[in-house]
């Protein structure tokens, strides 16, 4: 999920996987797939920047330290 805002300011969390186009006419307009159009603040290439962030964070390999929380290196005491 992606955090984009509303022209009213209003916070809109949306499922990137969804989208299937954004058009700049010239507020930004996202259609889903399944044919609801939001109007958001951001711009175009703002939402692929949220959007490539976000599938990067997935695909990111977890930290040592997030992974093994209470993990003490033994041989340095």
Known sequence: MIRLTRLNGVPLYLNSDLIEHIDATPD???T???GPKFLV???PAEVCEKILDFRKSILAPP???SATPGHRDITHG
Request: proline fraction near 0%; glycine fraction near 0%.
């Open 28 to 30: 930004t307009v996202i």
């Open 32 to 34: 889903l797939t399944s």
């Open 41 to 43: 603040a951001e711009t």
């Open 63 to 65: 930290s040592l330290a």
